[in-house]
């Protein structure tokens, strides 16, 4: 509820502050005075545009404040989601829009500056503002089927499945859509996958293959020069072809059987020991020797195919790595890339069958959901047409069509729109294409009284709804927005006496010349101050005693009427 508003250097207004009540609010005024410049005020409060013309004194900012009481619900929602809620709020928020005469604006909820789309969005959850030519949140078509939605409560829990639903269709639609669209090169990469593997796979290697075999291929090559070699050592251990006529196996022999025979000094024993470890050390090298001579015999096919595998494995070296072991890394890894691809190729199959499912269950939960909407639909057009008998408009149509659109969506396959027929006879068409001024206005009225225990914006804000309204259907009007206050705060500039009667608060805007200068001031106004202001917009400034008269009498009038509607719900809003 907007608890105060605070006005400085804005156009006509120099400084002014209003402290607004829960119920009827009304500001009136003669013609130019200054009634839409609150308004206009308010709406810059909102987040509408702002512009230096509107700047009062060039020399200084222009600034607007408004102090709203809070209540749980969507805004304290929005403040926590925006972190602009704080334990020390206590209960109230805080807005400031300011302009500077250069046309820069700034805004401030509770203290921390925000963007204008904050403001905006924060202004659709405090206040809805019918202007004359700009309807604002109700006849948004945006927000037809949260209205609609709102008035079914099993609509909620069907709805919420709907946004599950869609929000999973879309997920897996969009994974596999990510597959299939990379289908193509998919493919590519498994033959190419295909063919490196089997390349490589084709060759068997094994770790350290290379080094055995480059230790082969010189050994091959360098073959007679090591035979000779092995039996070059193999004579001079074994054969007495050498040293003095005698093999080294020979003369080591000699020397243990001398070392044997000088046993009894104690120095021979552990040498004639160390002689016969070498003795059977030349044993062994000589047999060594002895094979390995024999093994080098080679023909010009075995050295062929040695360099003939090392040609292939320095081929998959320049392709795959600079080593065998590098080369088996990649083998392991083209694997298992493929192994992901085929996969995929599973996934896709699986994401087919859930996105069908998935698809299916949305259409049904969907078609729940229109159900239950057209049900909610005929019970706002059951309310408004009421609303409307009551307001002078018996033979107005209005119609809530449920239709089918072409795209899905988060909330459901329905578009929703608001019909409305002036005339007997006429078919229903769009409310922007067919209704007067006077006729919007009531329907507006209509609409909120319809919808006024669902519709949560505290604050409704009227700018001269009455305009092209009068007889009896005026009468009708003033008793519906005293009917919507009684759930609303409602704050409204009129030019009606009628509607003027039945106020709560009311408010006088006037202009004042001064040192060549023009100034709005306001002036709330009690009990006999209403009757004059009423006798005044009855019959003008000059107004008789008979003028007096009647305002009494209208005021007398709506008072009874006002407690016959219930005045005891104006304290249940305030307490709220």
Not at 196 to 220: A, D, K, S, Y
Not at 258 to 264: D, I, S, T, V
Not at 274 to 299: H, M, R, T, V
Not at 513 to 537: N, P, W, Y
Request: with cysteine; glycine share 8%.
């Amino acid at each position: 509820m907007l608890r105060e508003i605070y006005i400085k250097n804005l156009v006509l207004i120099e400084e002014l502050r209003m402290e607004l009540q829960p119920g009827m609010n009304v500001f009136t005024g003669e013609t130019g005075a200054g009634k839409s410049i609150i308004i206009d005020a308010l709406g810059l409060l909102l987040g509408e545009r702002m512009s230096s013309d509107l700047v009062r004194d060039a020399g200084q900012k222009a600034m607007v404040e408004g102090v709203f009481l809070l209540s749980e619900g969507e805004v304290k929602a929005f403040l926590e989601a925006e972190g602009l809620l704080d334990d020390e709020d206590e209960g109230q928020l805080i807005v400031r829009r300011e302009i500077s005469p250069q046309g820069r604006s700034s805004a401030r909820i509770n203290g921390r500056t925000v963007t204008v789309g904050q403001l905006k969005s924060l202004g659709e959850h405090l206040v809805d503002i019918h202007l004359q030519h700009d309807n604002q949140l109700l006849l948004n078509p945006r927000m037809y089927r949260y209205f609609v939605d709102t008035l079914v409560p099993e609509i909620e829990p069907v709805l919420q499945q709907v946004r599950r639903l869609y929000d999973r269709w879309q997920q897996s639609h969009q994974e596999l859509e990510h597959i299939l669209g990379r289908e193509k090169e998919r493919v590519q990469a498994l033959d190419f996958l295909d063919y490196q593997i089997q390349e490589i796979e084709e060759v068997g290697l094994t770790p350290g293959e290379e080094e055995e075999l480059v230790v082969q291929q010189q050994r091959m090559r360098d073959a007679e020069e090591l035979r000779q070699g092995a039996l070059e050592i193999h004579r001079l251990v074994y054969e007495a072809a050498q040293v003095g006529n005698h093999a080294a196996y020979d003369l080591v022999a000699a020397a243990v059987d001398r070392a044997r025979a000088l046993e009894k000094d104690a120095f021979f024993g552990p040498l004639a020991v160390s002689l016969e470890n070498c003795l059977y050390e030349l044993e062994d090298i000589g047999g060594k020797a002895a094979d390995f001579a024999s093994q080098l015999q080679f023909d010009a096919g075995e050295l062929e195919e040695v360099e003939s595998r090392l040609d292939v494995i320095a081929r998959l070296k320049r392709k795959y790595g600079d080593t065998v072991e590098e080369i088996l890394e990649f083998l392991e890894k083209a694997r298992q890339e493929k192994s992901e691809l085929a996969d995929s190729e599973l996934r896709a199959e699986t994401l087919k069958a859930e996105v069908g499912e998935l698809a299916r269950l949305y259409r049904e939960e969907s078609a729940r959901l229109t159900e239950l909407r057209r049900q909610g639909g005929k019970v706002l057009t059951d309310l408004v047409h009421r609303e409307l008998a009551q307001l002078g408009m018996p033979a107005v149509r209005f119609v809530v069509s449920v239709e089918p659109r072409e795209t899905p969506g988060r909330d459901g396959r329905d578009q929703i729109m608001f019909l409305f027929s002036a005339n007997p006879g006429e078919e229903p068409r769009l409310l922007s294409r067919v209704a007067s001024g006077g006729e919007i206005s009531r329907l507006i009225l209509a609409l909120k009284r319809a919808l006024a225990e669902v519709y949560d914006v505290p604050t409704l804000i009227f700018d001269e709804i009455d305009v092209g309204v009068g007889g009896s259907a005026l009468n009708a009007m003033a008793r519906k927005l005293f009917e919507l206050s009684c759930q609303h705060q409602v704050v409204l500039v009129t030019h009606s006496p009628q509607v003027a009667s039945y106020s709560d608060c009311h408010y006088l805007l006037q202009k004042i010349m001064e040192d060549e200068t023009t100034t709005t001031v306001v002036q709330r106004l009690g009990e006999e101050h209403k009757i004059e202001e009423i006798a005044r917009m009855l019959a003008g400034k000059g107004y008789s005693r008979l003028s007096l008269e009647h305002a009494r009498e209208m005021v007398s009038q709506a008072e009874d009427e006002k407690r016959k509607l219930g005045e005891d719900s104006i304290e249940t809003l305030a307490k709220g």
